[in-house]
């Protein structure tokens, strides 16, 4: 008889107490489960999002339905310069962008709204899946409660920019729906740091392959990359640590993956001021996850040692020529070796300094740079 | 069949104790029946004592049951077989595959009880790559039969392995729990037990809500009590 309760003690040695469950995330019962769990790993925040369940039809057609046609002829004509260097695809609009983007997200929340949306594709709401991703959408009402999300969304000037500061919001999302996942799993987070490890080279390494690379970028840097980063700081200092982040965000990809802002930043030198032919459609930096993707797709080697880009997209005053100039900076002294296969490859690149300076046209002839460019300027002006 | 295997077993039996044990699962295979010398009847109602009859015939005397016992015991493959269990296998009493080793308790001519622990290794693959962990058990294993046996073996030991994958990364652990296996035996004359045996095992530590806590275990054994 003395021998039960010590047996059954052994056999529930391993249970624990569990923070996490998996439920039916559309009942209330489930919703308030779920944040109670949250708030023990994560904070006190007092949230009560909305929550809503929808067809990945309704929620694309909503989202088309908003953009205007100045919007659609703005994208069409970003899309064809981004496509002469291989960023996007020729052709593309703005509603198959939009249905490309919802096409690999399962979830959402809007902080315009305070509701999190689940894009119901006729799955069971009520396993660990659906458990996890609420979670993760959760943590995400949890920042716009506190004003975080507000605080990386302002002052985003550049794709890359964006890509930082989704890294923080993604990123500490994706990190507590992990633990989340841990808890609920009655798995032991020791190896979470390799998985991460693991998860950022993988997205690196598909990230190659990427047709429409500029515009999924956003749904494959931020989580990966900002998962790792966020841990990192709450290993230093925990929840406080990752808050206080906010109020010093990284502003460059390149610091979010390398750890450290780039030395050797393009300044005053990132985009180029056309002549009066031509005006500035993007004047942009796309950042280390983009450019070096980008690098690696044409097979280049040394692409880890591109510190900073700038893009300008030019377009003729009639419309028909479109031009776009992507400018790096190259950690010497391998800007030659860069450039060399780049050449080998067939591109129009030149050398300036420790920059290589790529140009394409749709006009179906090579175009000289200096033609075109009476100057440059930071892509901050 | 069952003329060749016994002409097998027997062309095979001064090679050694290894062919000795593949010659008797041909035998096995053949459905032999065990050869067992008659035992004295009792007399019975229906065969009158001799001294009932009043005939003078000889009185044969009959040896008690007791020492019949001790004359079955000693033909060879009946006798005592408490002694040392060494065993090889693969399965849950060997944490993969490896060894095992216990004591066999005769409870009664036809029970046997062996107490054993057991350990070896096991292959594991995650993230490409591919590695031996180390697995350990404690099991009693029980017995019926003669050559023949049902055996029934329940074990405490490493289990499976269990696997998540997180973000792409397959993360392992080792998972412990109780198995319950039942199955066939044959032991030879010379205790050599060839066994194997299926049945349920379920997965206690680490508990995980979320993994399949049942599975079918298989078990694969060849052992020799000393």
């Given at each position: 008889m003395k021998r039960a309760p010590a047996f059954a003690l052994l056999f529930l040695?391993?249970?624990?107490?569990?923070?996490f469950a998996p439920c039916d995330i559309r009942t209330a019962r489930c919703q308030e489960s779920l944040t109670n769990g949250l708030r023990q790993l994560r904070n006190e925040s007092a949230i009560a999002p909305s929550v809503m369940v929808r067809s990945e039809e309704e929620v694309v057609a909503d989202s088309i339905d908003s953009t205007t046609p100045a919007e659609r002829e703005s994208f069409a004509r970003q899309n064809t310069i981004l496509s002469l260097l291989g960023l996007s695809q020729p052709g593309l609009s703005l509603d198959a962008q939009v249905q490309n983007r919802f096409d690999r997200v399962a979830a959402f929340y809007s902080s315009s709204t305070d509701a999190i949306t689940v894009i119901d594709r006729?799955?069971?709401?009520?396993?660990v899946g659906p458990a996890l991703t609420f979670t993760h959408e959760l943590v995400h009402a949890m920042q716009g409660a506190e004003g975080l999300l507000a605080l990386a969304s302002q002052?985003?000037?550049t794709t890359d920019e964006g890509l930082a500061h989704r890294a923080i919001t993604e990123g500490e999302a994706t990190f507590y729906e992990d633990l989340a996942g841990f808890d609920l799993f009655g798995w032991d987070d020791d190896e979470h740091e390799k998985a991460l490890a693991y998860y950022r080279d993988s997205t690196a390494y598909y990230a190659v392959f990427e047709d429409l690379l500029i515009y999924n970028a956003s749904i494959l840097f931020p989580y990966a990359f900002g998962a790792a980063y966020v841990r990192r700081i709450w290993e230093q200092g925990g929840q406080p640590a990752v808050v206080a982040t906010y109020d010093a965000l990284p502003s460059t990809t390149f610091g979010v993956i390398d750890g450290e802002e780039p030395s050797a930043l393009l300044g005053a030198d990132a985009i180029a001021v056309p002549t009066a032919d031509y005006t500035v459609a993007i004047a942009d930096r796309f950042g280390a996850f983009i450019v070096r993707a980008w690098c690696s797709r044409q097979d280049f080697i040394g692409c880890e040692d591109i510190q900073d880009d700038g893009f300008t997209g030019l377009v003729s005053a009639d419309g028909t020529s479109s031009i776009a100039i992507w400018r790096m900076r190259v950690r010497p002294p391998n800007a030659d070796f860069l450039l060399q296969r780049a050449r080998d490859a067939g591109f129009n690149v030149s050398l300036v300094g420790d920059d290589l300076i790529f140009v394409a046209s749709n006009t179906g002839s090579r175009v000289d740079y200096t033609t075109l460019v009476t100057g440059w300027r930071s892509n901050d002006d | 069949m069952f003329v060749g295997g016994r002409a097998l077993a027997s062309a095979l039996r001064y090679n050694g104790e290894v062919i000795w044990i593949v010659a008797c699962a041909v035998l096995a295979v053949g459905e032999e029946p065990i050869t067992q010398e008659p035992i004295a009847e009792e007399p019975t109602a229906e065969q009158p004592l001799a001294d009932e009859t009043g005939a003078e015939e000889p009185r044969v005397e009959e040896p008690p049951r007791f020492e019949l016992r001790e004359m079955e015991n000693q033909r060879p493959g009946l006798r005592d077989e408490s002694g040392f269990t060494l065993t090889v296998g693969v399965g849950p009493a060997f944490g993969g595959i490896g060894v095992s080793l216990g004591y066999t308790f005769e409870a009664t001519q036809l029970v046997h009880l062996s107490p054993y622990v057991g350990g070896g290794f096991i292959g594991v693959e995650a993230n490409d790559e591919a590695e031996l962990w180390g697995g350990a058990a404690a099991g009693l294993l029980t017995s019926v039969g003669r050559r023949h046996r049902v055996v029934l073996d329940v074990i405490f030991g490493s289990t499976a392995v269990q696997y998540l994958r997180f973000h792409g990364y397959e993360m392992t652990r080792r998972s412990w729990g109780p198995t319950a296996l039942i199955g066939y035996a044959f032991v030879t004359k010379n205790h050599f037990m060839v066994r194997g045996a299926l049945g349920p095992s379920f997965i206690a530590l680490p508990y995980s809500p979320e993994h399949d806590h049942w599975s079918l275990a298989a078990q694969l054994a060849v052992g020799k009590t000393f």
């Open positions: 040695a391993g249970c624990g107490d569990r923070l006729g799955q069971a709401l009520d396993g002052d985003v000037d | -």
